[in-house]
């Protein structure tokens, strides 16, 4: 990476021992379209699609803006990179993305065939991964999707967290 930013470089000291280093800056750059969403009033997540080392397709949340509910950073993400690769699926893809999946988005990410789904902080309320239903994983589901938590965490669940807090005040 050419140009850091002071916060890209913190998280890269501090956790880059912990995960590999593809994993923190890919979330990174996630972590970079969630702050987008926050600019424009929408809740704050964002998602990369990576496909042999380099990533082909951003989203970030905007539901609000587009008055679409499906608008979901993973969903704008997926649907950049099937155009980019002109193929509705992405096998060998991985998706970066900043808080766990719904089940609307991990549906679709089990539909695409992505390889691996890899989130920042977990979902209590709505993940679909582990933490309220099981879907990307699912046996019963003719296609499973592996999937990682925890890249950056703490960094993905304090844009979210921040952005609440200052909605309440
Ligand atoms: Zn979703």
Known sequence: MAKQSGLTKKIDCRVACVHGDNDIQFMTMALKEA???????????????????????KGF?????????????????LRKAAKKLSNYRLNGCN???TIEPCPMCAGALVNAR???????????????CKSVLKVAG????????????????????????????????
């Open 35 to 57: 702050a987008k969403a926050e600019k424009i009033g929408e809740v704050p997540v964002g998602a990369v699609i990576v496909k042999d080392g380099k990533i082909i397709a």
């Open 61 to 77: 949340n905007r539901c609000i803006t587009d008055s679409d509910p499906t608008a979901h950073a993973e969903i704008i993400a």
């Open 95 to 97: 998706i970066y993305v």
């Open 114 to 128: 992505i390889s691996k789904i890899y989130f920042g902080a977990a979902d209590k309320k709505a993940g679909a």
């Open 138 to 169: 699912n046996k019963k589901l003719n296609h499973r999707v592996a999937f990682k938590g925890g890249v950056l965490k703490e960094e993905c669940a304090k844009i979210i967290q921040q952005f609440f807090k200052n909605k309440r005040n």
